[in-house]
């Protein structure tokens, strides 16, 4: 199934760009795979690529968080996909989700400061947790780390994946 999003255009009016996202599963047990697909089918604004970090992390988080909440991190990628500017091929990249460099970190700024790390600045935590307790929704905020570029033949099969799941009319989405 198709969902509809919309994300701020950097530069200019920050005016709200519409893209469309679905879920692509792949595989059972260890060698489950969720991949949330982010696309559009005609450029305006800001390119999907183009935005920060900070935004692209944020909307997949807000994405995450709405639809597979506790879900276990390892399992999940996250693509984004774009046409070209022949609008008939189609190009993405993907990465993998660090919840645990953000719950550390939240670890980190929680903790309060001793009066020894006041005087010897050591910085040194120990955090630890077991890795089934890593999910969505587990931190405020996500990293989206191992950045890959998706080939033309990644991306066209990422795109009839969620055709198979689709049950409305997927052409109609393109001719607008």
Known sequence: MLHEAYYPSEGGDNGPIKILYGFVQEGVGKDHQLTLVVFYPKPTGTSLFNLSDEIKA???????????YGVKAS??????????????????ESWGIDVFGNYAQEQIEQRPKSFLDKIFNSGFINISINSRNLTIGLTEKITLIDEKNLDKDETAYLLN????????DFNKIFSE
């Open 58 to 68: 944020g909307l997949a988080n807000f994405l995450l968080q709405k639809h597979v």
């Open 75 to 92: 399992f999940i990628r996250v693509a984004f996909v774009c046409p070209h500017s022949n609008e008939k091929d189609f190009y993405g």
């Open 161 to 168: 994946r969620l055709k198979e799941v689709n049950y409305g």
